[in-house]
């Protein structure tokens, strides 16, 4: 088993839809958790961190849950330069980060 | 353009000969990370320093992989003895140092082709 695991995917949504992605992790000492946006053939770029109040940013919002060890973004009213891979990040109190595989999302016209 | 920044871009090489890839950080970054990413998978811890001190590596790097920040601001992946399974795409990040701030500013990548 993977150390963090992301719904596989792919997701292809209407503009304007509500779509939401799920990563799970199995380090239950993980410090600190993120999600970042990676384009075709990019590097990734960080999109929020999540904190276990939860967090929005626009359109966008993380939740953590620790007790279940599980993480959860929500896009609402994609747009089409929503498209990308979403990435799940964990990272150790020893500084180390652990990517998922990553979702893709393809928001259409 | 003061982003982290990868060279060389992209790198051919035969099977069996060494590589060295250079990652240069945000200046005033301490923290600096190196991943590999191979199509649809997520990049790959591989090793992470804060300054000089190479704190945290994956068992990937005890082998033909060695990486080095030897004054704690550019660093150094070397391959050695290529295979084709390394060709991947190589990433560095760097993260400052400010209590709290634990985003990772990725460069753009250097991408091996092992023939």
């Known amino acids: 088993r993977k150390e963090v695991e992301q719904d596989p995917g792919p997701f292809n949504v209407p503009e304007g839809a509500t779509v939401a992605f799920n990563c799970t992790y199995s380090n239950s000492a993980s410090q600190s958790f993120f999600w970042y946006r990676q384009d075709c053939r990019k590097e990734p770029k960080l999109l929020m961190s999540v904190y276990s109040s939860g967090n929005e940013d626009g359109r966008f919002t993380a939740q953590l849950n620790r007790a279940s060890q599980y993480i959860s973004l929500l896009i609402r009213d994609s747009k089409l330069s929503d498209s990308a891979t979403y990435l799940c990040?964990?990272?150790?109190?020893?500084?180390?980060?652990?990517f998922g595989d990553g979702t893709t999302l393809t928001v259409k016209p | 353009d003061t982003g982290v920044s990868q060279d060389p871009r992209h790198k051919i090489t035969k099977r069996g000969q060494n590589v060295t890839f250079r990652c240069d950080p945000i200046?005033?970054?301490?923290?600096l990370y190196w991943y590999r990413q191979t199509l649809g998978q997520g990049p790959e811890f591989l090793t992470y320093?804060?300054?000089?001190?190479?704190?945290?590596k994956s068992r990937l790097l005890s082998d033909r992989f060695s990486a080095e920040r030897p004054k704690g601001s550019f660093s150094t992946l070397e391959i050695q003895r290529t295979e084709q399974g390394d060709s991947a795409m190589y990433l560095c990040a760097s993260s400052p140092p400010w209590a709290g701030e634990e985003t990772q500013y990725f460069g753009p990548g250097t991408r091996l082709l092992v023939l």
């Open positions: 200046s005033e970054h301490n923290r």
């Open positions: 320093f804060q300054n000089e001190a190479q704190l945290e």
């Open positions: 990040v964990v990272t150790s109190n020893a500084g180390k980060s652990t």
